[in-house]
């Protein structure tokens, strides 16, 4: 089973007999296709569905959750999820048989949205069967609140398996992306021959060029130093914590958590909703930073760069990080005026509208043209782009000239075009040609 839709063939593989093929479209149509398919192969098994064993067993989890007459009246069908914990563990326990790990998260993620079982997760017994991925951790956060004692250690654990192999695929390339860039900005006038910047070099002595040699003779090297015996950049992020921003809170958080154990920068991480809460003091453990924070509610988001600002007191020598979808619930006009002065004292500002793998995200369209007019640029961004944008601010770089040409000549998303003469865009990838909307009611199949 895989996210190829049937009749359709990965490329080098043997394309599928025609038996194989109306499995394929059996196992995701349910059985009420079984007739107008003549009865799919696979054997005389199945109680009659037209499906060996082994399917049928595949067929009755799917029924389960994308056929299940949850909310109507009840019917001929038997198969469902009821809202009981046993019932669910078994479930759980079936798709991991089944399906990879990659599906198994796309259907917890079906089941928690179609069928409302978040209370569920609630029960320490249940959450220990699921497949932890960051939409779950996103959920689990949701509930942090209601949730019971008795689960909070459970739940910790879940969060602590996602968010160290988040850190394993991330933070490497983070350490070494930002410490790239922090070298490079340090200078030196006497540089080793492999860190010459030849390009500065140059620049320097442009008046020591002899005509007759057609060259520059320099008089002093600039170079790139290689230790960084001080701060030399401050980065503050502000997180919003609104429902919809679940999955760029998990991923903010463990970009905070990682940027904080490099020396050279001193990392500064706030959340906030209608109040600003400072978790800079939790940011050597990022578990602790997820669990301090609370999704969902309002959105003030003038009153959470105000707190910022005060955080502020190098501005040439500061990034700021805004994630959020930009809907605000405060002031516009004092919110734009704060993103304003703070990039006019100096500071690198950047709004990502998303930092996650969830495709294009909503926010609000005329917020993020007004930023882009301010000249702050405002686009979403994949956490695997998310480290080359660190790199790019501590450089100095044209943020926005970075956001495009990764949008177009990597063939990345495509933009997203907002009133006025400005776009905002998202740097990620987009999937496979012909696979856009392929999510259908079974597209596990």
């Given at each position: 089973m895989d996210d190829t839709p049937p009749g359709d063939t990965p490329p080098g593989d043997t394309p599928p007999d025609d038996s194989e093929r109306l499995r394929r479209w059996r196992l995701l149509l349910g059985a009420a296709a079984t007739a107008g398919l003549g009865g799919a192969s696979g054997g005389s098994g199945g109680g009659g569905s037209g499906?060996?064993?082994?399917?049928?067993?595949?067929?009755a989890a799917l029924t389960a959750l994308y056929d299940s007459d949850t909310g109507r009246a009840a019917g001929p069908r038997g198969a469902s999820l009821a809202p009981s914990a046993p019932a669910v563990?078994?479930?759980?326990?079936?798709?991991?048989?089944?399906?990879?790990?990659?599906?198994?998260?796309?259907?917890?993620r079906d089941a928690i949205d179609r069928l409302n079982l978040r209370q569920l997760l609630l029960e320490p017994e249940m959450l220990a069967t699921v497949e932890p991925d960051v939409h779950l951790v996103g959920t689990l956060l949701s509930l942090n609140?209601?949730?019971?004692?008795?689960?909070?250690?459970?739940?910790?654990?879940v969060v602590g398996r996602v968010v160290g192999d988040l850190e394993q695929r991330l933070a490497r390339r983070t350490r070494?992306?930002?410490?790239?860039?922090?070298?490079?900005?340090?200078?030196?006038?006497?540089?080793?021959?492999?860190?010459i910047d030849w390009n500065r070099t140059i620049a320097a002595n442009l008046s020591r060029y002899v005509p007759s040699h057609r060259t520059v003779i320099p008089e002093r090297l600039v170079g790139y130093g290689r230790r960084q015996q001080v701060i030399a950049r401050d980065v503050v992020i502000a997180i919003d914590q609104s429902g919809s921003m679940a999955s760029s809170v998990v991923y903010a958080s463990v970009f905070g958590a990682v940027l904080a154990s490099l020396r050279s920068l001193r990392t500064s991480l706030?959340?906030?909703?209608?109040?600003?809460?400072?978790?800079?003091?939790?940011l050597s453990d990022p578990v602790d930073v997820l669990f301090g924070t609370q999704l969902g509610g309002g959105t003030d988001i003038s009153q959470a760069v105000g707190y910022c600002q005060g955080l502020i007191t190098r501005p040439r020598d500061t990034i700021f990080v805004l994630v959020s979808d930009l809907y605000e619930g405060g002031s516009s006009g004092e919110m734009l005026a704060r993103m304003s002065a703070l990039?006019?004292?100096?500071?690198?500002?950047?709004?990502?509208?998303?930092?996650?793998d969830d495709g294009a995200p909503s926010y609000d369209a005329d917020h993020a043209a007004a930023?882009?007019?301010?000249?702050?640029?405002?686009?979403?961004?994949?956490?695997?782009?998310?480290?080359?944008?660190?790199?790019?601010?501590?450089?100095?770089g044209d943020i926005a000239a970075w956001a495009h040409r990764n949008d177009l000549a990597a063939r990345l998303g495509s933009p997203v075009p907002v009133d006025g003469p400005v776009s905002v865009y998202r740097a990620g990838p987009r999937l496979p040609a012909g696979k856009e909307g392929w999510r259908g009611r079974r597209s596990v199949c």
């Amino acid at each position: 089973m895989d996210d190829t839709p049937p009749g359709d063939t990965p490329p080098g593989d043997t394309p599928p007999d025609d038996s194989e093929r109306l499995r394929r479209w059996r196992l995701l149509l349910g059985a009420a296709a079984t007739a107008g398919l003549g009865g799919a192969s696979g054997g005389s098994g199945g109680g009659g569905s037209g499906l060996g064993d082994g399917d049928a067993a595949i067929d009755a989890a799917l029924t389960a959750l994308y056929d299940s007459d949850t909310g109507r009246a009840a019917g001929p069908r038997g198969a469902s999820l009821a809202p009981s914990a046993p019932a669910v563990a078994r479930w759980l326990g079936d798709i991991r048989t089944y399906f990879p790990s990659t599906v198994v998260q796309v259907m917890q993620r079906d089941a928690i949205d179609r069928l409302n079982l978040r209370q569920l997760l609630l029960e320490p017994e249940m959450l220990a069967t699921v497949e932890p991925d960051v939409h779950l951790v996103g959920t689990l956060l949701s509930l942090n609140k209601i949730m019971p004692e008795t689960t909070k250690a459970t739940a910790r654990q879940v969060v602590g398996r996602v968010v160290g192999d988040l850190e394993q695929r991330l933070a490497r390339r983070t350490r070494a992306a930002v410490s790239g860039a922090l070298n490079r900005a340090a200078r030196t006038r006497r540089p080793m021959p492999r860190d010459i910047d030849w390009n500065r070099t140059i620049a320097a002595n442009l008046s020591r060029y002899v005509p007759s040699h057609r060259t520059v003779i320099p008089e002093r090297l600039v170079g790139y130093g290689r230790r960084q015996q001080v701060i030399a950049r401050d980065v503050v992020i502000a997180i919003d914590q609104s429902g919809s921003m679940a999955s760029s809170v998990v991923y903010a958080s463990v970009f905070g958590a990682v940027l904080a154990s490099l020396r050279s920068l001193r990392t500064s991480l706030v959340v906030f909703d209608t109040a600003v809460v400072d978790l800079t003091p939790l940011l050597s453990d990022p578990v602790d930073v997820l669990f301090g924070t609370q999704l969902g509610g309002g959105t003030d988001i003038s009153q959470a760069v105000g707190y910022c600002q005060g955080l502020i007191t190098r501005p040439r020598d500061t990034i700021f990080v805004l994630v959020s979808d930009l809907y605000e619930g405060g002031s516009s006009g004092e919110m734009l005026a704060r993103m304003s002065a703070l990039r006019e004292a100096g500071v690198t500002v950047v709004a990502l509208l998303a930092l996650s793998d969830d495709g294009a995200p909503s926010y609000d369209a005329d917020h993020a043209a007004a930023l882009a007019g301010l000249g702050i640029p405002a686009f979403a961004c994949t956490p695997d782009a998310f480290p080359d944008l660190l790199a790019l601010a501590i450089d100095g770089g044209d943020i926005a000239a970075w956001a495009h040409r990764n949008d177009l000549a990597a063939r990345l998303g495509s933009p997203v075009p907002v009133d006025g003469p400005v776009s905002v865009y998202r740097a990620g990838p987009r999937l496979p040609a012909g696979k856009e909307g392929w999510r259908g009611r079974r597209s596990v199949c």
